[in-house]
């Protein structure tokens, strides 16, 4: 398999799949770090590959490889991993086909659309011996170790509740005509699983709209909000799935597309832990100071912690100050960790198994506000029991040929 070939001195060769806001960010990323080569980069859209292209030439002398369909870098073997910054809807089915042609990935978060994708990402890791990285940077932060130091240490008791919290004031742009495709971009290939569509420059070139349609992606709650919400599972450590689920949604300023912009969702596990989520697209303001953030509640203080890169602790019924720390949020960190895995083979901080039980919250709290009930989960079978309704949304329809 590709990624076993690499010797511990040689760089990593890496394919950049979808090379927007994120994907370009990441090749000069890659570029800085010194232990990879971006050898491919592959996107829909030929101009966004040109200019991660040119970005390539510019700092190395030498042009990748572009192509415009994954599916023809999945049998070069001189490359060892995938880097997948796409759409959502494609971030499960070129994951789970690169890996079983032998690529490692970093595939960035939501690691899958819908719940069933998450089962199949770990057990496709598994079948194919495959390195995983996840798109949630915050695992690789001195800030996050330090945490974890003081957590397990018992520094505000026995951790009982978590909450996390995304308040990030958005408004989808008003409504333009469906048109044509831009020259140089297929977007049949886009829409990939989704279904058949005709194109919508909003909806193409704005991540907080497909990201706010069910086809393609998990709104504001898998955008952004899977940060914080694996931070709050990273703070609570339960054992596994929450077995209840409750969630309002409603919208105050006109909703973000598919999507409420404002939800609250409370899961609760079978050790009696609670973790709590709050969404509201439509303030100007933050909570604590901190537009995106956490709070730990132990039964002898809490701490206050935000993937902006930052943790306090207060203790006793007085509320006193206890350790803290600022540091960085993780982004080349993570980057570089999911390098040295490639090489090492040892797991990432991030694997398929930790990306599934925190996308799981974003899949299981959608489903809940969408059918406007309390629901009841079972861990160990992945359903719903006698619901037929929630489990049907566990998973979706994959437009063919591109089933998962």
Same mark, same amino acid.
């Given at each position: 398999m590709a990624a076993q070939k690499t010797a511990a001195n040689d760089k990593v060769s890496l394919a950049f799949i979808g090379v927007g806001g994120r994907g370009s960010g990441a090749v000069k990323q890659a570029l800085k770090l010194g232990t990879a080569n971006v050898s491919a980069i592959c996107d829909v859209d030929s101009n966004a590959a040109e200019r991660s292209g040119q970005v390539v030439f510019q700092a190395t002398g030498k042009t990748p490889r572009t192509v415009s369909d994954f599916r023809k870098l999945l049998d070069d073997k001189t490359i060892d991993a995938f880097m997948i910054a796409t759409p959502h809807h494609w971030h499960?089915? $070129?994951? *789970?086909?690169?890996?079983?042609? +032998?690529?490692? *990935?970093? *595939?960035?978060k939501p690691a899958s659309h819908v719940f069933r994708e998450g089962r199949i990402l770990i057990e496709t890791a598994r079948t194919h011996n495959r390195i995983f990285q996840h798109g949630t940077q915050m695992r690789s932060s001195e800030v996050t170790a330090k945490a974890r130091e003081l957590l397990d240490a018992g520094v505000i008791g026995a951790v009982k509740m978590s909450k996390a919290w995304n308040l990030q004031r958005m408004k989808p742009p008003a409504p333009v005509p469906d048109a044509a495709p831009p020259p140089g971009v297929d977007y049949d290939l886009w829409l990939g699983p989704a279904p058949k569509?005709? #194109?919508?420059?909003?909806? #193409?070139?704005r991540s907080t709209?497909? @990201?706010?349609? #069910?086809?393609?992606?998990?709104?504001s709650f898998g955008n952004d909000?899977?940060?914080? =919400? /694996?931070?709050?599972? #990273?703070? =609570? @450590?339960?054992?596994?799935?929450?077995?209840? $689920?409750?969630?309002? +949604?409603?919208?105050?300023?006109?909703?973000?597309g598919d999507y409420p912009d404002n939800m609250q969702v409370s899961f609760e596990f079978e050790e009696g832990k609670v973790l709590l989520y709050e969404e509201r697209s439509w303030t100007p303001y933050g909570q604590y100071g901190f537009d995106s953030g956490n709070m730990f509640y132990g039964t002898e203080g809490f701490m206050l912690f935000s993937r902006r890169g930052m943790f306090q602790v207060f203790l006793g019924s007085k509320e006193e100050k206890g350790p803290g720390m600022k540091g960085g949020g993780g982004h080349p960190k993570h980057f570089a960790d999911f390098? /040295? @895995?490639v090489r090492s083979r040892k797991p990432t901080v991030a694997p398929p198994e930790v990306a599934h039980h925190s996308c799981a919250l974003v899949h299981l709290g959608t489903i809940a506000q969408r059918v406007g009930r309390v629901l009841r989960f079972d861990p160990k079978s992945e359903t719903f029991p006698n619901d037929p309704e929630a489990n049907r949304m566990l998973t979706k329809v994959y437009r063919p040929p591109f089933e998962l």
């Open positions: 499960g089915p $070129i994951a *789970v086909a690169a890996m079983k042609a +032998g690529k490692d *990935v970093y *595939v960035e569509r005709p #194109f919508n420059p909003h909806r #193409f070139n709209n497909w @990201s706010n349609t #069910f086809d393609y992606g998990n709104g909000g899977i940060h914080d =919400l /694996d931070m709050a599972h #990273f703070g =609570l @450590s339960p054992r596994t799935h929450p077995v209840k $689920i409750t969630a309002a +949604g409603a919208n105050v300023d006109g909703g973000l390098i /040295d @895995s």
